[in-house]
């Protein structure tokens, strides 16, 4: 058979249409979020999978109406990876999901200049209790209470790496659920995995408490990046 001539015409109608369904640049990941916790700061700390233990964390501005991302490192997620926050059980080395404040700052070293948030300096007798049975559970305690056994509390400045500078995450803080967890923070990367926390590189750590301003209210998101725990969702 003689091959169909196609008109100039028709060729070019093709190419536009073609331009035309191609997959356009995703927009910002706050914006395709359900929640951003109504400030104009957000940081994002996402994984591939809930079994992931590391991530990346994103921390963005709201400018002219649009969410820009202002840096991002690789992160560090709990030993077991990522569990649904509102059904998360103590113990189990994972990062809770979901949506959260920022309560405080607090460090072992000097809070970095420029740092606008209330930061706590921990001391020799800083304890956070972890003891479901206290009165102060999921509470930093100076001294250690009498009713939270130090065996289920961290004696902080024993982790001078992880500790250097952290943030409180507002997970089980407000109204605790006994059980739930205690002790989650966003703080500086120590050897491997963490025991539920979310961790950066100390540079990292130092330029988010830079950036963050209270003021703004940022709040930390944690996902994955699909499925019933995506930081989407959120």
Same mark, same amino acid.
């Given at each position: 058979m003689r091959p169909r001539h196609v008109s100039v015409a028709v060729l070019v109608s093709l190419s536009l249409l073609?331009?035309?369904?191609?997959q356009r640049p995703a927009s910002p990941l706050p914006e395709r979020m359900a929640d951003t916790g109504g400030g104009t700061q957000i940081v994002t700390a996402v994984a591939a999978r809930t079994?992931?233990?590391t991530g990346t964390l994103t921390w963005w501005d709201r400018k002219g109406g649009r969410w820009v991302a202002a840096g991002s490192a690789k992160a560090r997620f709990g030993a077991n990876g990522l569990a649904e926050g509102t059904t998360r059980k103590q113990g189990t080395n994972t990062t809770p999901t979901g949506l959260y404040g920022l309560p405080y700052a607090?460090? +072992?070293?000097?809070?970095?200049?420029?740092?606008r948030y209330s930061y706590r300096p921990v001391r020799q007798n800083s304890w =956070?209790?972890?003891?479901?049975?206290s009165r102060v559970y999921n509470r =930093?305690?100076?001294?250690?209470?009498?009713?939270?056994?130090?065996?289920?509390?961290e004696h902080l400045i024993t982790y001078r790496t992880q500790y250097a500078h952290a943030l409180v995450v507002d997970?089980?803080?407000r109204r605790p659920v006994r059980g739930r967890g205690a002790g989650i923070f966003l703080h500086v990367n120590g050897r491997g995995a963490t025991a539920g926390c979310v961790s950066v590189p100390k540079s990292a750590m130092r330029k988010i408490l830079r950036w963050a301003d209270p003021a703004r209210a940022p709040?930390?998101? +944690?996902?994955?990046?699909?499925? @019933?725990?995506?930081?989407? @969702?959120?």
């Open positions: 073609s331009l035309g369904t191609a079994g992931s233990t607090f460090g +072992i070293e000097a809070a970095p200049s420029g740092t =956070w209790c972890q003891d479901n049975d =930093w305690t100076e001294p250690r209470a009498a009713d939270c056994r130090a065996s289920r509390a997970f089980n803080y709040h930390l998101a +944690i996902g994955t990046t699909g499925g @019933r725990t995506a930081i989407t @969702r959120y």
